[in-house]
């Protein structure tokens, strides 16, 4: 696949921000994030099979509807200062359209180099965040459909409050107005200041990195769930549970004195003591740890005893106890520092997020997924939604000898559907 950009702007909201508006203090959490870029990759369909007709019209609308809604959500127009505050001086964002030489169904559901396509789609690299917040690269395909690709930096926004903007546009695109935009809450710095820290940047790492998508029915998920019998589980705890236990079993010839780390992230705002919390835009991401024993032979039960042991701990006096003045940072740093014989495993679930909501006015994506990730995302595995919403996808980034490993393992692959292609594609014509 090809992809030429044809044209790149700067889209700037459409209304000026407030002076008394225009500084804003990062928080603590956005501190401990580095500003690297992650990619969201919204797919969809033509309205009619093989209409290119309609690009200039939905390009027009994307860009009126995006500047309004950088108008709510004005942090995102500015540019990140030595990684402490936002200035919200409406700059922009960047704005790219490019042409692809393919249809949608020439590059979606090639699972094996799939990755590398998907960065094709999108405006920047991981690394090129600096002090831009986000930046938008919208891709036409010769069937008439279109791929959105946003990549956000983790320096000022998590994947909900990502979301929540993502969402919100769409809904200016559809309505043609801002009457169905969210209202963000800013100033998380207000309950969790930022600490005098080293700015936190982890370690380059040379690891050959291997990204796949595995899908797995609700089928497969309920005959997971099932192995625990009375103790019931939520999905996510039980799927969570099987992938460590196979992954432990495709390192298992690796050294024997490794010890593990595994951990889960959890969304802190029904946690906070606030009303319309949910709308708070920024990081707040708490993180549940799990320390399972360093042995091949894992139960699968014991581990999701404690998983939702820890997650049980991620409460209210959890979210208290991080907004005390001179709170003990060890932990948020040491997560950046992989001690010798020690193997980290990160678990963050999307699974039960609105990814499938944004419809700009020509129907509601065919298939969301990430852009492929370089090695800072070692051993992680991100959970969404499928398309039908039944199952879910688990995008997995291990070492390429793990994941060879993993492929070969049959338990693993009795769980994974057969196919990686995402389900509306059945039902699209055959000429998309």
Not at 224 to 246: M, Q, Y
Not at 363 to 382: D, E, F, M, Q, R
Request: net charge neutral; charged share 25%.
């Amino acid at each position: 696949m090809e992809v030429v950009v044809t044209s790149r702007e700067t889209i700037k909201p459409s209304s000026p921000t407030p002076n008394h508006l225009r500084r804003l203090q990062l928080c603590f959490f956005d501190q401990i994030n580095r500003p690297i870029f992650t990619p969201f990759v919204y797919f969809y369909a033509a309205e009619s099979p093989g209409d290119r007709t309609n690009h200039h019209r939905r390009s027009e609308q994307l860009k009126k509807s995006l500047a309004d809604t950088l108008s709510v959500f004005y942090p995102l127009a500015g540019r990140v200062i030595d990684e402490i505050y936002v200035e919200c001086n409406d700059k922009g964002v960047d704005f790219f359209q490019a042409q692809a030489n393919c249809k949608l169904c020439d590059i979606i559901g090639s699972n094996a180099e799939f990755g590398d396509q998907l960065n094709k789609l999108i405006p920047y690299q991981e690394t090129d965040a600096g002090d831009l917040t986000i930046g938008i690269q919208v891709n036409f395909f010769e069937c008439g459909g279109i791929c959105i690709a946003a990549c956000f930096s983790h320096k000022v926004s998590d994947a909900l409050s990502f979301l929540t903007f993502f969402n919100s546009w769409a809904a200016a695109a559809s309505c043609g107005d801002l009457s169905k935009v969210v209202r963000p809450r800013f100033g998380l710095a207000d309950l969790f200041p930022p600490e005098d820290i080293p700015r936190y940047h982890q370690l380059e790492e040379k690891d050959s990195i291997a990204q796949r998508t595995f899908v797995f029915s609700e089928s497969a998920i309920s005959a997971l769930k099932a192995k625990h019998g009375t103790n019931k589980c939520t999905r996510v705890e039980a799927l969570s549970a099987f992938i460590w236990s196979r992954f432990i079993a495709a390192t298992s010839k690796k050294s024997p004195k490794r010890h593990y780390r595994v951990f889960h992230s959890v969304n802190l705002r029904p946690r906070l003591d606030q009303t319309s919390s949910e709308y708070y835009f920024g990081n707040l991401v708490g993180v549940a740890t799990v320390i399972p024993p360093s042995t091949k032979e894992l139960v699968e039960s014991e581990f999701v005893r404690q998983l939702r042991e820890a997650l049980r701990k991620v409460d209210g006096a959890y979210v208290k106890n991080l907004q005390r003045p001179g709170l003990d940072v060890n932990f948020f740093q040491k997560r950046g520092k992989e001690e010798e014989e020690e193997v980290r495993f990160s678990f963050t679930s999307l699974s039960r997020f609105q990814l499938y909501e944004a419809d700009f006015g020509w129907g509601k994506p065919i298939w969301v997924t990430l852009g492929k990730h370089s090695n800072s995302w070692k051993n992680t595995a991100l959970f969404f939604p499928t398309p039908s919403g039944d199952g879910i996808e688990v995008i997995l980034c291990l070492e390429e000898e793990d994941m060879v490993q993993l492929e070969a393992d049959k338990h693993f692959q009795a769980f994974v559907s057969p196919t990686s292609t995402p389900k509306p594609l059945f039902l699209i014509s055959s000429s998309l």
